[in-house]
């Protein structure tokens, strides 16, 4: 996750020179896609998974003091669009790209005495205070594009390693986006935990203290080791970037045919 808490140690972008390795959590994902006659796929996409990221991890004072970490659950549903540039091309005849449009669901939360609370229904910025604007959402809609390539394994199987990335439009993928909120008030309006989890810091900050950064929203990344099997055909011989490249020139000619039908 690429967020406002924990990353590199610098204070920079939220792009990859802000990932932390530390924060890498598992996902797991199933999908269907319909493959054509030529370069393009259309493909139905399901994934789940648990994003982390935590002020410890930073070298940066301002952060560490924060103090703040999240775990986030997440499910997301996606159409995709994949393109393969070179399918006519030897040897790059399985490299693609894609991209999409799709729904997420995330809740954020926090271990307290090991317990873990969804922060959300806290309000940790003072969502649900009398000025606040209210909780942000739980789903919303997401951008998923990347890359990757297939590696054949047989007539009808592949490997896939699969880059993509994920355009979001909430800054609350981590609970923190703007200011810290009148913390007594919290406290009263739902709880002691509620108030801790909205500050942690060492010496508490002052009412309109920047809490994160609003002016960038967050976003997460997702590294993949595919399996696809393809049905259809014979042993998956309709799937023309699954065949094997040419090696003689009659084949490349009968393949440049298959292509212009």
């Known amino acids: 996750m690429m967020g406002d808490l924990g990353g590199s140690n610098f204070i920079g972008s939220r792009g990859l020179f802000d990932y932390d390795f530390r924060s890498n959590r598992l996902a797991g994902g199933i999908g269907l896609n319909l493959h054509t006659s030529g370069s393009f796929s259309f493909g139905l996409n399901f994934l789940a998974t648990r994003l982390y990221a935590d002020d410890a991890f930073s070298g940066q004072d301002f952060q560490v003091e924060r103090n703040l970490c999240v775990r986030t659950d997440l499910l997301e549903a996606d159409f995709l669009i994949e393109y393969r540039p ?9 490299f693609y790209i894609y991209s999409g449009i799709g729904g997420m669901y995330y809740q954020p939360k926090a271990e307290l005495n090991d317990d873990w609370y969804k922060l959300r229904t806290l309000g940790t910025e003072g969502q649900y205070l009398d000025d606040g604007p209210g909780p942000y959402k739980e ?11 297939k590696f054949r394994l047989g007539k009808s199987t592949s490997i896939i390693l699969d880059l993509g990335f994920r355009k979001t439009f909430t800054d609350y993928l981590d609970d923190v986006s703007t200011v810290y909120a009148d913390n007594v008030t919290i406290a009263a309006e739902k709880g002691p935990e509620a108030e801790i989890l909205a500050d942690r810091s060492a010496t508490q900050r002052a009412i309109g203290t920047a809490r994160g950064n609003p002016d960038k929203k967050d976003s997460y990344h997702i590294l993949s080791i595919k399996f696809e099997y393809l049905f259809g055909g014979k042993s998956g011989d309709r799937c023309y970037y699954n065949r094997n490249p040419p090696k003689t020139r009659s084949t490349k000619i009968n393949q440049r045919r298959m292509f212009t039908k």
């Open 86 to 94: 070179f399918s006519r091309s030897q040897g790059f005849n399985r």
């Open 139 to 149: 789903i919303d809609i997401v951008i998923p594009y990347g890359l990757g390539y």
